[in-house]
T-cell receptor, first 118, second 113 residues
Framework: GAVVSQHPSRVICKSGTSVKIECRSLDFQATTMFWYRQFPKQSLMLMAT?????????EQGVEKDKFLINHASLTLSTLTVTSAHPEDSSFYIC??????????????FGPGTRLTVL | GEDVEQSLFLSVREGDSSVINCTYT??????LYWYKQEPGAGLQLLTYIFSNMDMKQDQRLTVLLNKKDKHLSLRIADTQTGDSAIYFCAETLNAGNNRKLIWGLGTSLAVNP
């Protein structure tokens, strides 16, 4: 149980285009979803936290107009990288948490999406 | 501010024990976690410990928590080549209505045959 999927797993796009990444909780309802960015050989950088039905809370330094997050249902959140540039190339990982799933507040992680902007 | 620190690399021989260390700063953390990331993959929760515990054992894994020194360690007994991965220590941070994780940089464990 507690599986999180991401789609696509890998995307290559041209500079200036927008890319949408989907994160789905497959067998539980995710009251909160998190979007992370991971650079090579580095830790996860939390970009934003989204609660279903409300606006995402962005971390300091993350442009909300650049990285649009929508958490429209309890099983789906999307991250749209608008007007992507090569510096946006990275590994994007989502995670999901359910208030009622366990007592230790575990986040369940998707497999990640590798974005390459040419 | 909040900060989690780990050593970046560890190399062990197959069959030996591995010990990965982590220090954190937020004394109000309720849970501390160890996650494993294999190359090109997402993160998998290995184990966690509640802040009022000193030790937790789960098969080959032993977690030790020294709350006074804010030090967390993960011991992997009889380390196998399949244990080669990056291990992240994380602590919970209560931030308003959200609880978020603060991550270390990860320790890259290399297991040599």
């Amino acid at each position: 149980g507690a599986v999180v999927s991401q789609h696509p797993s890998r995307v290559i796009c041209k500079s200036g285009t927008s890319v949408k990444i989907e994160c789905r909780s497959l067998d539980f309802q995710a009251t909160t979803m998190f979007w992370y960015r991971q650079f090579p050989k580095q830790s996860l950088m939390l970009m934003a936290t989204s609660n279903e039905g409300s606006k995402a809370t962005y971390e300091q330094g993350v442009e909300k107009d650049k990285f649009l997050i929508n958490h429209a249902s309890l099983t789906l959140s999307t991250l749209t990288v608008t007007s992507a540039h090569p510096e946006d190339s990275s590994f994007y990982i989502c995670s999901a948490r359910s208030a009622g799933l366990n007592s230790y507040n575990e986040q369940f992680f998707g497999p990640g999406t590798r974005l390459t902007v040419l | 501010g909040e900060d989690v620190e780990q050593s970046l690399f560890l190399s062990v021989r197959e069959g030996d024990s591995s010990v990965i260390n982590c220090t954190y700063t937020d004394s109000s953390s309720t849970y501390l976690y160890w996650y494993k990331q294999e190359p090109g993959a997402g993160l998998q929760l290995l184990t966690y410990i509640f802040s009022n515990m000193d030790m937790k054992q789960d098969q080959r894994l032993t977690v030790l928590l020294n709350k006074k020194d804010k030090h967390l360690s993960l011991r992997i007994a009889d380390t196998q080549t399949g244990d080669s991965a990056i291990y992240f220590c994380a602590e919970t941070l209560n931030a308003g209505n959200n609880r978020k994780l603060i991550w270390g940089l990860g320790t890259s464990l290399a297991v040599n045959p």
